[in-house]
């Protein structure tokens, strides 16, 4: 079993459309939990990140975790065309000088015009 | 400006070859990544270098040699390339955390798409 499994997608709604992407996570020692954003033929992007249980919200994206189900989630409203992307969750694992990313598989999302 | 840079861009090669791959950033970070992404977009860490000083070695075959002469700079070496190294290789860097618990964003270069022929 992979430490973090992601939704694989992929996801095509129309523009406008509420999207919602998942992850869950095994290993109760991760601190940090992120969503990257990965365009076609770039590096990801570091969207969002969040420390604890509960909601963060960023203009039209929010981060949710929920760490007693070991389950995170990123909401995008009013989804455009230009959050067509692949989005990756991640979790750090905190070791001093060997923090460590763990990434799920990513999602794929589509929005169409 | 470019924070963190990768050349080449694209890399075509024959089974069997020596490449290298160079990486460089200008955020002035102590801790650089190498990852590798394959065809399903998968992103797994190789190995991280804390100011030259490899930290993190994750169980990658020891064809792939990492090398840092500065703490701007990390390259990746790889001798005897074969078909599943085909792949897209991403340099990361990171400010490192010296105590204390944070986020250490890593900042991601563009990619360096390997394809083993």
């Known amino acids: 079993q992979k430490e973090v499994e992601q939704d694989p997608g992929p996801l095509s709604v129309p523009e406008g459309a509420i999207v919602s992407l998942n992850c869950t996570y095994s290993?109760?020692?991760?601190?940090?939990f992120m969503w990257y954003r990965q365009y076609s033929r770039k590096g990801p992007e570091l969207l969002m990140y969040?420390?604890?249980?509960g909601n963060k919200e960023d203009g039209r994206f929010t981060a949710q975790v929920d760490k007693s189900s070991k389950y995170i989630s990123l909401f995008i409203r009013d989804s455009q065309p230009s959050d067509s992307a692949t989005y990756l969750c991640?979790?750090?694992?905190?070791?001093?000088?060997?923090?460590?990313?763990?990434f799920g598989t990513g999602t794929l999302l589509a929005v169409q015009p | 400006d470019t924070a963190v840079s990768q050349t080449p861009k694209y890399l075509v090669t024959q089974m069997g070859n020596d490449k290298s791959i160079k990486c460089e950033q200008n955020?002035?970070?102590?801790?650089m990544y190498w990852y590798k992404q394959d065809s399903k977009k998968f992103l797994k860490i190789m190995f991280s270098?804390?100011?030259?000083?490899?930290?993190i070695n994750e169980t990658v075959p020891n064809r792939f040699s990492p090398k840092s002469p500065d703490k701007a700079h990390l390259n990746l070496h790889i001798n005897s390339l074969e078909l599943g190294d085909s792949a897209v290789y991403f340099c990361?860097?990171?400010?490192?955390?010296?105590?204390?618990?944070?986020?250490?964003?890593?900042?991601f270069g563009p990619g360096t798409r390997l394809t083993v022929l």
């Open positions: 270098y804390n100011n030259k000083e490899l930290i």
């Open positions: 991640a979790m750090l694992l905190y070791g001093g000088a060997t923090n460590k990313l763990i």
């Open positions: 969040t420390y604890s249980s």
């Open positions: 955020l002035g970070h102590d801790t």
């Open positions: 990361a860097s990171s400010q490192g955390v010296s105590g204390g618990l944070s986020t250490d964003t890593q900042y």
């Open positions: 290993n109760s020692a991760f601190q940090y």
